[in-house]
């Protein structure tokens, strides 16, 4: 990749993503992109992924490993009491430096592939809003799952600003957001059932292994300690739930995986912060294959950064085919705006 490039996607991201979220990256994110060494290394990238995310993923993975450097002292995930920010690029740096083929080799082998569990709290209204269509049990297929912690989006309670609470109220994993604007869903008491689950990505990420879910642990930002412990109740969760996860391309497997699906169900096709990764071709590919499976049965398609980060669904019922804004959302699941109307309004 350019260095001149990395380095300013690293401005864009401290601008556009790290402030007022993460001091810390912020700060370092800026610093990187000043340095010329540190640019060069970040440019090891696989393709297509977004660098300033897998970069500084890679650092905290080897931190969160057990790496002894005083780095650690400035991540607020690695002590309770984090030493001044504008003091840590040098020992980021040397951080870097010293373990540079480390850094190297997972840039090269490893992928953004964040699983955030609060991002449901947007998916179970409009996953409710699609039942209250049709009134059949849901089966879900989730392009680029990860590890899979969004399939079991039904076995989580959640609550948006009062005391409220919706879907499985008694789950060990409780999901708060806030919903902004005047527009509010009319969410169902309980979760809608769900016949099918399965999650389809490049490479899954299996949270029985240790690596694995350090990996995804690290790439949650450091200040992050709410997402910390909503994914590890989400990972002790997903851990005794049965759901079917299989690696490969996702868009291409899809039209066999659906033939899986039976008829007797509502079709659920979803995504959330994958399309981002996926290029302009595949992007067509995706919606190609979307409206070739809508001619056999209905179809229901949920997802973002297809054409903007505004979360939208597709759907071709009848062979009648439709699309509806559903929310803007936060990235971080952390709130969002209501746009659809409900089917009983």
């Given at each position: 990749?350019?260095?001149?490039?990395?380095?300013?996607?690293?401005?864009?991201?401290?601008?556009r993503e790290?402030?007022g979220?993460?001091?810390?990256?912020?700060?370092?994110s800026?610093?990187?992109a000043k340095?010329?060494?540190?640019?060069q290394?970040?440019s090891?990238?696989?393709e297509?992924q977004?660098?300033?995310?897998?970069?500084?993923?890679?650092?905290?993975y080897l931190?969160?490993?057990?790496?002894d450097h005083?780095l650690?002292?400035?991540?607020?995930?690695?002590?309770?009491n984090p030493?001044?920010?504008?003091?840590?690029f040098p020992?980021?740096?040397d951080?870097?430096i010293?373990h540079k083929?480390?850094?190297i080799?997972?840039?090269?082998?490893?992928?953004?592939?964040?699983?955030?569990?609060?991002?449901c709290?947007?998916?179970y209204p409009?996953?409710?809003y699609?039942y209250?269509?049709t009134?059949?049990p849901l089966a879900f297929?989730?392009?680029?799952?990860?590890a899979?912690?969004?399939?079991?989006?039904?076995?989580?309670?959640?609550?948006?600003?009062?005391?409220?609470v919706f879907?499985?109220?008694?789950?060990?994993v409780h999901?708060?957001?806030e919903?902004?604007g005047?527009?509010k869903?009319q969410?169902?008491?309980?979760?809608?059932?769900?016949t099918?689950r399965?999650?389809?990505?490049?490479?899954?990420?299996?949270?029985?292994?240790?690596?694995?879910s350090l990996?995804l642990?690290?790439?949650?930002?450091?200040?992050h300690?709410?997402?910390?412990?909503l994914?590890?109740?989400?990972?002790?969760?997903l851990?005794?739930?049965?759901?079917?996860?299989?690696?490969?391309?996702?868009?291409?497997?899809l039209?066999?995986?659906?033939k899986?699906i039976?008829?007797d169900?509502?079709?659920c096709?979803y995504?959330?912060h994958v399309?981002?990764?996926?290029?302009?071709?595949?992007?067509n590919l995706?919606?190609?294959?979307?409206?070739?499976?809508?001619?056999?049965?209905d179809i229901?398609h949920?997802?973002?950064?297809i054409?903007?980060?505004?979360?939208r669904?597709?759907?071709?019922?009848?062979?009648?085919?439709?699309?509806?804004?559903v929310?803007e959302?936060?990235?971080?699941?952390?709130?969002?705006?209501?746009?659809?109307?409900?089917?009983n309004?």
């Amino acid at each position: 990749m350019e260095t001149e490039r990395i380095s300013k996607w690293f401005e864009h991201f401290a601008d556009r993503e790290c402030v007022g979220s993460s001091e810390l990256y912020d700060y370092l994110s800026r610093q990187i992109a000043k340095d010329e060494e540190l640019v060069q290394l970040a440019s090891y990238a696989r393709e297509g992924q977004p660098v300033p995310n897998l970069f500084l993923g890679a650092v905290h993975y080897l931190l969160l490993g057990g790496k002894d450097h005083l780095l650690k002292y400035y991540y607020q995930s690695m002590t309770d009491n984090p030493k001044n920010i504008e003091e840590s690029f040098p020992h980021f740096k040397d951080f870097c430096i010293t373990h540079k083929e480390e850094i190297i080799l997972l840039l090269q082998q490893k992928i953004v592939q964040t699983n955030e569990v609060r991002r449901c709290a947007y998916l179970y209204p409009a996953f409710c809003y699609i039942y209250e269509k049709t009134k059949k049990p849901l089966a879900f297929i989730e392009i680029g799952t990860s590890a899979g912690l969004q399939l079991i989006w039904d076995k989580y309670a959640y609550s948006y600003g009062k005391e409220e609470v919706f879907g499985h109220k008694e789950s060990d994993v409780h999901i708060h957001a806030e919903i902004i604007g005047e527009n509010k869903p009319q969410f169902l008491q309980e979760s809608p059932p769900v016949t099918a689950r399965i999650g389809l990505d490049l490479h899954i990420n299996d949270v029985k292994k240790a690596h694995d879910s350090l990996w995804l642990r690290a790439l949650i930002w450091p200040e992050h300690t709410e997402r910390v412990i909503l994914f590890d109740q989400a990972v002790q969760k997903l851990r005794k739930e049965e759901v079917t996860l299989i690696e490969g391309d996702g868009v291409g497997l899809l039209s066999k995986i659906v033939k899986t699906i039976s008829i007797d169900s509502t079709l659920c096709i979803y995504h959330t912060h994958v399309a981002n990764q996926m290029p302009l071709e595949v992007k067509n590919l995706l919606l190609e294959n979307i409206q070739k499976i809508g001619k056999e049965r209905d179809i229901f398609h949920l997802h973002n950064n297809i054409c903007d980060t505004k979360l939208r669904l597709d759907s071709i019922v009848s062979g009648v085919e439709s699309s509806e804004l559903v929310a803007e959302t936060d990235g971080h699941g952390r709130w969002f705006k209501w746009e659809l109307v409900s089917v009983n309004s």
